[in-house]
């Protein structure tokens, strides 16, 4: 028989271990290269993300989180490749997903206050502390956070508690309160959870800040018929005719047209 000496045994072991070293390698390429693409670029978002689905595909949630959190602190938001508020919000979601929805309104309040290089990044932000607080069937929260955002005054639950916001965030903040948006989510949620007069308002000055889509017309009007103030959404229709010129104008016409037919049958005129 073959007797296998202890020179062969250590070779055999070295083998062994050079092997195991090599798969392991391979197991790690992918994030080895992540890792030399972040040291290239720090504030690329999108290799960020890239860095914590490898770690969510192992089931590493701990990881997970702290590659999102290294990913907020060292991200910044002049120097972002891609969409730096993505980062907040998914950690935000990792939070409420994993039975943490304070948590992850904190982290959204601090998001809040991030000089982000466009208005909409802050809109986002704006838009996932509200549908965070819809999620966990905080209807008034959710009304009274989007109120506050279109004022152009972050509450006490998304803002900095008792900071003045650097110059760059104020601007956004005045920016965001024209973002359509933030505005036709306002519409919904006073609809859903607010009151008719409040939904009537919040169109009227979307109108007024000319934000309105036609589609957001046609909603004021078919919200109006819903309730049966027919005067009314001749009315808005007729706002909405004034906003917009010919193609899009024409859908508002139409319904205005045939919802004026159909009441009066002829017996008024224009």
């Not at 000496?5 to 290269?33: C, G, K, T, Y």
């Not at 502390?129 to 006490?156: D, K, N, T, Y």
């Not at 000319?210 to 009007?221: E, F, R, V």
């Amino acid at each position: 028989f073959y007797q296998v000496n202890a020179e062969s045994e250590d070779r055999i072991n070295d083998v062994d271990l050079r092997l195991a070293q090599l798969e392991h390698l391979i197991e790690e390429r992918p994030l080895l290269l992540n890792s030399v693409m972040l040291r290239q670029n720090p504030h690329n978002c999108n290799e960020w993300h890239a860095r914590a689905a490898l770690f969510k595909e192992r089931g590493d949630l701990a990881e997970t989180v702290i590659a999102y959190q290294d990913a907020v602190k060292r991200v910044d938001p002049a120097l972002a490749v891609g969409k730096p508020d993505s980062l907040w919000v998914e950690l935000a979601r990792i939070y409420e997903e994993n039975g943490s929805p304070d948590q992850a309104q904190t982290v959204l309040r601090t998001a809040a206050n991030q000089p982000f290089k466009h208005v909409d990044s802050l809109v986002t932000v704006y838009c996932a502390a509200v549908e965070l607080e819809l999620r966990q069937e905080r209807f008034p929260e959710a009304l009274s956070l989007v109120q506050q955002f279109v004022a152009g005054s972050p509450g006490p639950r998304v803002g900095v508690d008792g900071a003045a916001p650097s110059e760059p965030v104020a601007k956004l903040r005045r920016l965001a309160t024209k973002a359509p948006r933030l505005w036709m989510l306002y519409a919904d949620l006073e609809e859903s959870f607010g009151t008719l007069n409040g939904a009537r308002a919040v169109y009227d000055k979307m109108i007024e800040l000319k934000i309105a889509t036609p589609q957001t017309i046609l909603n004021y009007g078919g919200m109006l018929e819903e309730n049966r103030y027919f005067e009314e959404s001749f009315r808005a229709y007729e706002k909405g005719i004034a906003l917009f010129s010919w193609p899009h104008v024409g859908e508002i016409w139409f319904r205005y047209l045939a919802n004026f037919i159909a009441r009066y049958q002829g017996d008024k005129v224009f």
